[in-house]
């Protein structure tokens, strides 16, 4: 279908691996500044942010009530339009486009969820779904009640179709309202507080919905208070009076202060890697400092029968490489991706760690007690196994 | 199948039907104004337009002595005449219950062959089914005569239960012998004023019926019409002038010379302006409409604004929801048309109907003419369009971010409302405000306080509905005010005549005779004689002008307090002075205050000078009347110590009682030799006949002022309760914080209240110029005459009540429905 390819085209990548406005992630705001006038005087709602989210991703924004997540996600959507700087989502430069290009963008682009879920009360629910496909021309228009049916069949709602929204409950509302997200099927979901208004069981159901379509493929954004939920998603960051803290870093890092994770946020750089995948090899030059945000990290050493040896496994918040930029040389053993999962990490080069042992001498104290302690456990792995 | 959008138009539309019904409600009283007024307007003009020429109406009216059959014939052959055809018009006395009432009989020489002014038999009569015309017999045979069917329209013109067939006892006089005169059926003649204008029965008789009732069977006028240009009035005249002076060349007076507007009915003028007048507003209560429509979408969009939002938020361009609007706003339009089109043209038959009543026509056809139906189409789908393009293009302007963050009043509103604060913080800073303000405010409780706060709050939306009150009650009070300043004019004309009685001879009589034989009757208190005589200007060009009833009382005079529009009232020692009428300077347009002009009285070419102008009811017909210093008068027509009329006072002032003396006074004259004319009048008679057309336009112009009450509290109801819908989360927080039901009913109610009593301030502020401006209209094209402007109490008071009855009512139901919800229940209102 013409709206399909146009789509694909307007969120492929170009040869060399980066989208037509330089942005290697299907998300990047760049120095995203947004300021309001109110009767009080200015008030920045977004201070400079850089955020990059990559294709399937699946994260969460977390932050206290007026903190600016919510305007984080507006600027993703066109729903609001920055002060200054850029925000590209795929081939498109959001903040570029007018109302009406803007309207027809988002509809194809982005489905949005909100937190009172906000069906339209005089219609039922298959026409709630299908509303999205009607204003943006998707489908043929005798074949849009087989698509929305498919959609609530695939949020469990089918039952309902022909309700109006006041007949069934919150959560059902809620998963009809991502029914409606995906009625044209966008690749991109933004969702402010989806699961604010439910109980937590409902609550972890449309979650489950999310991971599911994460699976799928689709990237989501999340806005969210609940910080159980903010583990379960591939990476969170945090909003801090409309600064961006990247949540692995401060959870990893908590010696550092505010300014310096908004800071040192700026620098990190997410990477994924497939199971079994060689994040750092034995003997080669350590240039960056690796922090596990998800799945597991298998630290190996050869024993000298050539078999392998697992002498840490690296979860959720443990950090890897801190002993060879402090002591140099090349890496005293691999780090790879466990063999299950997929692994994300931060990695921050050795100018950023170095400037962040500087400005942290707390830091530098902790990491320079865990050196010790690694380097002692390393030595006891290989005399072990020499042994 | 239809797509969801339209799904939610339709749902919409059905979902809250009190809205519905109110817009469509708002829409449907602009084209049912317009759509009424000017299908009756289309229909009066019409059939006026066709009727009435085919009557064959006369050219011009001769009023002379008694002539035969040969002037007949001699004026037939005269060139440039067309038809002539003599009649009779007299005053008989017919019984009717105890009393003698007056009727008015033309004779008819050949019923079979009536050229001019044709009378047609009527069959079954719908104003008097139980007379059974349809009965009746054509033409009247001897001792017989036909009643015109308008002396039916008024109860006790004619006998109660009369039948074809009876007979009913008339008299010439009071001297003369009682005769049964039978009743041969009813006729119709749609040239003469209806009987109600009349202000008694009239029919038609032989000349042979004449005789046997009068003693005389010559007629003593002569219609006539011209063999060509006959819609030129000029000519008409030149043609009738020549037969006049024809007639008085042979030696007999001739009493006046009428040349109507040709092929125009007598009372066409006056129905225009009443249909203008209520075109006007019609027109008015039209854009009262439109800014109803302004209100309610506006509410209603701002009802919507976070569903205007959602639709933009997935995916819905800002033109599509403009249209989607957009044809909301049509479907209101094509249901108002729905309520509109059938009840204007059931309106606008009656309307037609009553007003054919009055002027004796058939209206045969009550169809909606093709243009009346696209005039009301356009109305009902392009007055709401245009009406709600502003409020649906600004609601539609809101962001996603506005309309899910709190209904769009923070976000863009903020710089406005910010820049205004510091206005007024500057203001009150300057002039020290704030401590009067807060001194003010102090005696009114905290609720109180709260909700004229609240009035204030939404600036706009209040503006909005103040317009929309503030129209309504404009018009209103502007409507009752004419009302009121024609009775004012009525009071002030009846001040002008003192007299109960005005009795005019048919020549001159001795004064000393007259005064003696009036002072000598029971009841009369005061007795004054007059010259009383029919003049006609002679103009520079020789032509003369209709006639112009002269009047000479006695400088000074008991009988006459003149109303001076312009210049001054006659003194003793005026010689050629005169003081004409606001109606003689209007037909005599080049007639001015301090100019010399000819009259031509009783033959005699005589000159005067205008000193005054003034104001004067109760005599149509002419080139008004005018008064003289009856010394001078007299001098100049040689009737010395004779009078033309009498003017008396009675000591009872009633119709009846008046005429009852008026009739014993004629018998008395008659006994000493002396005949009264026909044209006595009195003051009465005088009222009777302007009141019942006061009561008219009173009618139509109360139905008016309740149109717009509908209107304007349509307006209230409808903002007021969307303002307290709007305001069902504020009510939720007042309710958690301790508010108790009375409390939060009464800061609605006080809302409600303000709002009105804000818009009747200044509707009453702004009624005043437009109930002068609609005065001078009614008087100008109504009565010819400038009315006497007052601004209607009563109408304030009204306005004051129906004001205060509808924001109580309109804010009751919806801060009853606020106050019964429960806190959590509020607090969940999306």
């Known amino acids: ?387 | 199948m239809i797509a969801p959008r339209w799904k939610k138009v339709l749902r919409d539309l059905w979902g809250n039907k009190t809205r519905t019904v109110l817009v469509v409600l708002s829409i449907a009283v602009g084209i049912f104004a317009v759509g009424a007024v000017t299908h009756t307007f289309t229909i009066v003009s019409q059939e006026l337009a066709i009727t009435y020429p085919k009557a064959n109406p006369a050219a011009a009216t001769i009023y002379t002595e008694a002539f035969d059959d040969d002037l007949v014939q001699m004026v037939r052959r005269m060139p440039g005449v067309g038809e002539v055809e003599p009649r009779t018009m007299t005053v008989v006395q017919m019984k009717v219950g105890d009393e003698w009432k007056s009727l008015y009989l033309f004779a008819i020489s050949n019923f079979d062959d009536i050229r001019i002014n044709k009378v047609a038999p009527q069959g079954a009569y719908e104003a008097a089914p139980d007379f059974h015309a349809e009965r009746g017999t054509w033409p009247p045979g001897d001792h017989a005569v036909s009643l015109e069917r308008s002396s039916f329209l008024v109860p006790g013109f004619v006998p109660a239960n009369l039948q074809v067939g009876d007979k009913v006892q008339v008299r010439f006089s009071t001297n003369s012998p009682v005769r049964d005169l039978q009743v041969a059926g009813l006729a119709h003649e749609s040239t003469f004023y209806p009987a109600p204008f009349v202000n008694s029965a009239y029919g038609y008789i032989t000349f042979d019926t004449l005789e046997w009732l009068t003693g005389t069977r010559r007629p003593d006028t002569l219609y006539l019409t011209v063999a060509d240009n006959k819609l030129d009035k000029a000519h008409i005249t030149r043609v009738a002038e020549q037969v006049r002076n024809k007639i008085e060349s042979g030696g007999r007076t001739v009493y006046n010379l009428q040349v109507p507007e040709p092929a125009k009915h007598p009372l066409q003028d006056i129905f225009s302006g009443l249909l203008l007048l209520l075109n006007l507003l019609g027109f008015m209560s039209l854009f009262l409409s439109g800014f109803l429509v302004v209100n309610t979408i506006s509410a209603l969009l701002a009802q919507q604004i976070r569903q205007i939002g959602i639709m933009k938020a997935i995916g819905a361009r800002r033109r599509q929801i403009v249209v989607l609007y957009l044809v909301t706003v049509l479907l209101y339009g094509v249901f108002a048309l729905a309520v509109a089109i059938p009840s204007a043209a059931f309106v606008a038959g009656q309307l037609s109907l009553y007003l054919a009543g009055f002027i004796n026509v058939d209206f045969p056809d009550f169809s909606i003419p093709p243009g009346i139906l696209i005039l009301e189409i356009a109305i009902g789908l392009l007055l709401p369009l245009f009406a709600a393009l502003f409020p649906i293009w600004s609601g539609t302007r809101v962001t996603v971010r506005e309309a899910i963050s709190d209904y769009g009043i923070q976000g863009s509103k903020f710089k406005i409302q910010k820049s205004k604060f510091n206005f007024w913080n500057a203001l009150r800073a300057k002039f020290g405000i704030l401590n009067y303000e807060l001194r003010i405010t102090n005696f009114l409780s905290r609720p109180t306080r709260l909700s004229l706060r609240n009035t204030f709050r939404r600036k706009s939306r209040l503006a909005l509905t103040l317009l929309t009150l503030i129209l309504g009650g404009t018009i209103f009070i502007a409507v009752l005010s004419v009302h009121a300043s024609m009775n004012q004019t009525l009071e002030d004309v009846f001040k002008n005549w003192q007299f109960d009685i005005l009795l005019p001879f048919e020549r001159p009589y001795r004064t000393d005779v007259v005064e003696e034989i009036a002072q000598q009757m029971p009841g009369v208190t005061k007795v004054e004689s007059w010259g009383y005589n029919s003049a006609r200007r002679l103009r520079p060009d020789d032509s003369e002008s209709e006639a112009l009833t002269l009047f000479a009382p006695p400088i000074p005079t008991a009988m006459v307090q003149p109303e001076i529009v312009e210049g001054r009232w006659l003194l003793p020692d005026d010689e050629n002075a005169i003081v004409v009428s606001t109606d003689t300077t209007r037909a005599e347009k080049d007639l001015k205050l301090g100019d010399e002009f000819t009259l031509k009285i009783s033959g005699r070419k005589t000159t005067w000078r205008i000193v005054g102008v003034v104001r004067v009811v109760g005599f149509r017909g002419g080139i008004g009347v005018a008064y003289a210093n009856y010394p001078y008068y007299a001098r100049v027509i040689g009737q010395v110590g004779r009078a033309g009329s009498v003017q008396l006072v009675t000591d009872k002032h009633d119709t009846a009682a008046q005429l009852k003396i008026k009739k014993g006074l004629e018998d008395r004259y008659l006994l000493a030799g002396l005949r009264a004319s026909s044209g006595g009048i009195t003051s009465g008679q005088i009222r009777d006949n302007n009141e019942m057309f006061f009561n008219i336009i009173t009618a139509l112009l109360l139905s008016m002022a309740f149109l717009m009450a509908i209107v304007g509290g349509l307006g209230l109801m409808g903002t007021m309760s969307l303002n307290v819908l709007e305001r069902t989360r504020e009510i939720g927080v007042m309710r958690a914080i301790g508010a108790s039901n009375g409390a939060v009913r009464g800061v609605i109610l006080t809302e409600g209240i303000t709002i009105g009593l804000l818009s009747a301030a200044i509707a009453i502020l702004f009624s005043f110029p437009l109930g002068q401006a609609l005065s001078a209209l009614v008087g100008e094209a109504i009565f010819q005459l400038p009315l006497s402007y007052v601004l209607s109490v009563n109408g304030i008071i009204m306005w004051l009540v129906i004001v205060i009855i509808l924001s109580m009512l309109s804010s009751f139901l919806p801060a009853y429905n606020a106050s019964r919800l429960t806190v959590r229940e509020i607090l969940a209102y999306e």
């Not at chain 1, 997200?181 to 159901?205: H, Q, R, V, W």
């Not at chain 1, 994300?344 to 865990?370: C, G, N, Y």
Request: aromatic content about 6%; glycine content about 8%.
């Open chain 1, 1 to 387: 279908m013409f709206w399909k390819r146009r789509k694909q085209k307007e969120n492929a990548k170009g040869s060399n691996g980066l989208y037509q406005h330089g942005n290697a992630e299907l998300i990047h705001l760049r120095r995203v500044v947004k300021t309001f006038d109110t009767a009080a005087g200015k008030f920045a709602a977004l201070k400079d942010v850089d955020l990059r989210v990559d294709a399937s991703e699946f994260l969460a924004v977390i932050g206290k009530s007026g903190s600016g997540k919510s305007t984080l996600i507006n600027m993703i959507a066109g729903i609001d339009r920055p002060t200054s700087g850029e925000v590209f989502v795929g081939n498109t430069a959001v903040h570029k486009l007018n109302e009406g290009q803007m309207a027809v963008w988002r509809g194809k682009n982005l489905g949005i969820v909100f937190q009172f879920f906000q069906l339209l009360p005089t219609l039922t629910l298959i026409e709630n779904v299908m509303l999205p496909m009607d204003f943006c021309n998707v489908h043929k228009s005798d074949e849009r009640p087989k698509y929305a049916m498919r959609l609530l069949e695939q949020m469990e709602m089918a039952d309902h179709a022909h309700k109006l929204p006041s007949a069934i409950s919150g959560g059902q509302q809620q998963r009809v309202a991502i029914a409606r997200a995906l009625a044209n099927d966008p690749p991109i979901i933004l969702a402010d507080e989806p699961t604010g208004n439910l109980d937590s069981k409902t609550a972890d159901s449309v979650f489950e919905l999310f991971e599911d379509l994460v699976k799928q493929g689709k990237t989501i954004l999340m806005v969210t208070h609940d910080h159980d939920l903010a583990k379960r998603v591939t990476r969170a960051v945090q909003i801090v009076d409309g600064e961006v803290i990247e949540k692995g870093l401060a959870d990893a890092l908590p010696a550092l202060t505010s300014e310096q994770l908004v800071a040192f946020t700026r620098r990190v750089d997410p990477e994924q890697y497939a199971p079994g995948a060689i994040i750092l090899q034995r003997g080669a030059p350590v240039e960056r400092f690796h922090i596990v945000l998800k799945g597991c990290v298998e630290i190996v050493v050869p024993q000298p029968d050539g078999a392998e040896k697992v002498v840490a496994m690296f979860s959720r918040g443990n950090y890897f490489g801190e002993v060879e930029l402090l002591r140099g040389g090349t890496s005293i053993a691999t780090a790879r991706a466990a063999s299950d999962a997929p692994v994300e990490v931060l990695r921050l080069d050795r100018a950023t760690f170095d400037q962040m042992l500087e400005q942290s001498p707390e830091l530098k104290a902790h990491i320079a007690r865990v050196v010790q302690e690694r380097v002692a456990e390393n030595v006891a792995a290989q005399k072990g196994g020499a042994r």
